[in-house]
T-cell receptor
Framework: DAGITQSPRYKITETGRQVTLMCHQTWSHSYMFWYRQDLGHGLRLIYYSAAADITDKGEVPDGYVVSRSKTENFPLTLESATRSQTSVYFC??????????FGPGTRLTVT | AQKVTQAQTEISVVEKEDVTLDCVYETRDTTYYLFWYKQPPSGELVFLIRRNSFDEQNEISGRYSWNFQKSTSSFNFTITASQVVDSAVYFCALRSNDYKLSFGAGTTVTVRA
């Protein structure tokens, strides 16, 4: 299917565990983004990528790692999950005219 | 620094009423882009519209219309003859001369039957 997908859609993990959230887009957009959405904070940018092998930090990068070996994939890894990382995570990709299209989100709970 | 303010936290209307969502932005850049997104109860974020800073023409799409006024740094969104399916959180966002999309806090719209 064309578009942007995220997996898993729901994840429960324990404090200290490593977890990877996957993001895949079929449009070949150069730019991709990871956001987290929390009550009271709105949407905050974690990391972004301008192209394969080019990534940079956003507003709240601490505790997260990203990679982008292929244009279509942009995984987000929580190296050692903490309760404060309980959130809804959205991946997005951007058109040449700057519209960002979002994936369906991953609801992550860290216990 | 850029900033988007959506002063209305929640709006509740009865079906068929019109509802206007306010968005005020701050940026020092002369070229920028404004967006509206909808987040229905199912949780996905849906792109609604993009507007360039050099295009102040208002836009209408079905029951949705947008009023962009550079003089007051506002990009307001009106839903005409609201329907229950319009119930959602609506976000205004701003992109200036960098990669970042800055989002407002969102306005929750509840349309009652």
């Amino acid at each position: 299917d064309a578009g942007i997908t995220q997996s898993p859609r729901y994840k429960i993990t324990e404090t200290g565990r490593q977890v990877t959230l996957m993001c895949h887009q079929t449009w070949s957009h150069s730019y991709m983004f990871w956001y987290r959405q929390d009550l009271g904070h709105g949407l905050r940018l974690i990391y972004y990528s301008a192209a394969a092998d080019i990534t940079d930090k956003g507003e709240v990068p601490d505790g997260y790692v990203v990679s982008r070996s292929k244009t279509e994939n942009f995984p987000l890894t929580l190296e050692s999950a903490t309760r404060s990382q309980t959130s809804v995570y959205f991946c997005a990709s951007r058109t040449d005219t700057y519209e960002q299209y979002f994936g369906p989100g991953t609801r992550l709970t860290v216990t | 620094a850029q900033k988007v303010t959506q002063a209305q936290t929640e709006i509740s209307v009865v079906e068929k009423e019109d509802v206007t969502l306010d968005c005020v932005y701050e940026t020092r850049d002369t070229t920028y882009y404004l967006f509206w997104y909808k987040q229905p109860p199912s949780g996905e974020l849906v792109f609604l519209i993009r507007r360039n800073s050099f295009d102040e023409q208002n836009e209408i799409s079905g029951r949705y219309s947008w009023n962009f006024q550079k003089s007051t740094s506002s990009f307001n969104f009106t839903i005409t003859a609201s329907q229950v399916v319009d119930s959602a959180v609506y976000f205004c966002a701003l992109r200036s001369n960098d990669y970042k999309l800055s989002f407002g806090a969102g306005t929750t719209v509840t349309v009652r039957a």
